[in-house]
């Protein structure tokens, strides 16, 4: 049998089980006073016996409501295992630690302006509606610019390797399909396509695709890079 299959017949069978035993073993009434035809009934019995039915019936309700809470628990199980439910954009939700490596080449109208990559690691925080609310980056970049950028002389070779590190803070939004799939949009730069796991732990993301062109070296700015995402 398949396993899902497997699973979600035991989860069901599991909830029947319960539903069962929760009726089975509901609390009886029991009266401490019993009157009879003809007799004066004082109003202390009469008192204690509405407590004894109060008793009980707190009593069953308060079985109800474990029986009810356990229900709902083994419906999320089920939901789960058959898709019922899917992802959602709450799927991705709280503090995550962000890790970035990137490559990237720049171009000009005839050849390559120069090549570089960079890491990064930072912190990403998603409010579970859609909001990416915040995300700072510590990056180190390094890359060969061929050009004479600094002279604004295109197409004179000048090779020379250049170093920066800092921070990048930004936000933005998200959307998590019934899939899985991931998107996160940050405003005038790009959007970055992906996929979270079902727990929402971690959520892997293709950088450098569906970029604004950059006007960087007269050229567009072609990346290929890869952001994971693991929730603290």
Do not use: H
Not at 47 to 66: E, H, L, M, P
Not at 171 to 179: D, E, M, Q, R
């Amino acid at each position: 049998m398949n396993t899902k299959i497997k699973n979600l017949a035991i989860g069901v069978a599991s909830a029947l089980s319960i539903m069962s035993a929760g009726i089975a073993y509901g609390g009886s009434v029991t009266l401490t006073n019993t009157f009879t035809a003809d007799s004066p009934a004082v109003a202390a019995e009469v008192n204690q016996n509405f407590g004894d039915v109060k008793t009980a019936v707190d009593d069953n309700d308060a079985r109800i409501s474990a029986l009810e809470a356990q229900i709902a628990t083994l419906q999320d199980t089920v939901d789960q295992l058959s898709g019922a439910n899917g992802f959602s954009a709450s799927t991705l939700s709280g503090t995550y630690t962000a890790v970035i490596f990137e490559t990237a080449l720049f171009a000009d109208v005839d050849i390559p302006g120069g090549t570089g990559a960079w890491s990064s690691v930072g912190t990403f925080v998603f409010d579970g509606s859609g909001n990416l609310t915040s995300a700072s980056i510590d990056f180190t970049d390094a890359f060969i610019d061929y050009y004479d950028t600094e002279a604004g002389i295109s197409g004179v070779l000048d090779s020379k390797v250049i170093v920066e590190e800092g921070t990048d803070t930004f936000s933005g939004t998200y959307t998590v399909l019934a899939t899985g799939q991931t998107t996160i949009n940050v405003p005038g730069t790009c959007t970055y396509n992906g996929q979270v796991s079902r727990s929402g732990d971690v959520a892997v993301i293709r950088l450098g695709e569906n970029c604004t062109a950059s006007t960087s070296y007269q050229g567009v700015d072609v990346a290929r890079g890869v952001l994971m995402l693991i929730r603290q």
